[in-house]
């Protein structure tokens, strides 16, 4: 069953906008009341969103059992403000517990991945691809697009075309799809290059790719690690703690990954940062280690486990 609250969050930018926020907080904390008291939940798992707010504020006052699942390296204000009052933390990344004010000790469970990414080998997804032995670069922004990234990608196309030596694959994104296959129209496309609105086999791609060059949203990361992925990292600035950045982070730390802040993107320093790595199998390899090292892939049974132990406990 599903039930709804009215809530927005915090706008930084517009003070007066918050008296509304505040009006919509205290009424949101009263239904919340009301529908745990009526579901009677054995327990609260919430994922930090300014949502998870009033949900959790009811549910310590009323005593049950709560827990809050961060999937980013730089948690959120909802979880920093509750992590202190919840029953269970657990974090996809360590790194976000010095962030944190804590009762008890976070657990670390990772992010939850989607299982068919775990289903198909390297081989398997280069075959169904029909690609031989040269390396696959793998791009996208998101479902929608990114400007920025499809900018530079086209940069970076243009400056592999001809040259037969990687294969590449882009999802350009609903709003940028045109405008890309616009800015690439005076160039004849090598047959290597695969340019997309959407891709809907991302578990085929992502398997048969050498490297990836992406946002840095928390359960991307996850995927890379668990796929064993190295990656070039375009944080989002748009995000809020800008938590992209310090989730990106971690992965560069690691040896996993590079970092380009957008407001460092060009097509000339994407160029010079994937072709750094793309042609250096030995750094391939390294960095597709250190992806793996990093890897949880049984979060699912850790936070399954959590819940189990909330739930029985007396």
Do not use: W
């Not at 080998?121 to 075959?127: K, L, N, Q, S, Y």
């Not at 989002?236 to 590079?258: C, D, I, R, W």
């Amino acid at each position: 069953d599903i039930e709804y609250i009215e809530i927005q969050g915090f706008d930084r930018k517009h003070i007066f906008r918050n008296f509304e926020t505040v009006k919509k907080l205290i009424s949101a904390r009263r239904k919340c009341n009301k529908i745990i008291k009526e579901f009677k939940p054995d327990c609260i798992v919430c994922t930090g969103g300014y949502v998870s707010g009033p949900v959790l504020r009811e549910a310590h006052k009323l005593g049950f059992k709560t827990a809050i699942h961060e999937q980013n390296a730089f948690p959120g204000v909802t979880t920093k403000m509750l992590a202190n009052r919840v029953d269970r933390v657990m974090l996809a990344m360590p790194e976000a517990k010095k962030y944190l004010k804590l009762k008890n000790e976070p657990v670390i469970t990772g992010n939850p991945v989607r299982g068919e990414l775990m289903r198909i080998t390297r081989e398997e997804a280069r075959a169904k691809l029909g690609l031989d032995s040269r390396p696959l670069i793998l791009s996208f922004g998101g479902s929608l697009g990114a400007r920025r990234i499809n900018e530079a990608v086209s940069e970076l196309i243009k400056s592999h075309n001809g040259t037969e030596k990687f294969y590449h694959i882009h999802a350009a994104g609903k709003s940028g799809y045109e405008a890309m296959i616009n800015a690439l129209s005076d160039t004849k496309l090598s047959s290597l290059t695969d340019i997309r609105e959407y891709i809907t086999d991302m578990d085929v791609c992502m398997a048969a790719a050498d490297l990836v060059i992406c946002r840095a949203g928390a359960i991307t990361l996850s995927e890379l690690c668990c796929l064993g992925k190295p990656s070039v990292l375009i944080p989002s600035p748009y995000v809020a703690e800008n938590h992209q950045f310090h989730n990106a982070m971690t992965l560069k730390n690691a040896g996993a990954a590079e970092v380009l802040e957008e407001k460092d993107l060009s097509g000339e320093s994407l160029i010079r940062t994937v072709d750094n790595i793309i042609e250096n199998k030995p750094l391939l390899m390294k960095m597709s280690a250190n992806a793996k090292k990093h890897a949880i892939t049984d979060a699912n049974k850790r936070i399954y486990e959590v819940l189990m132990q909330l739930y029985t406990r007396p």
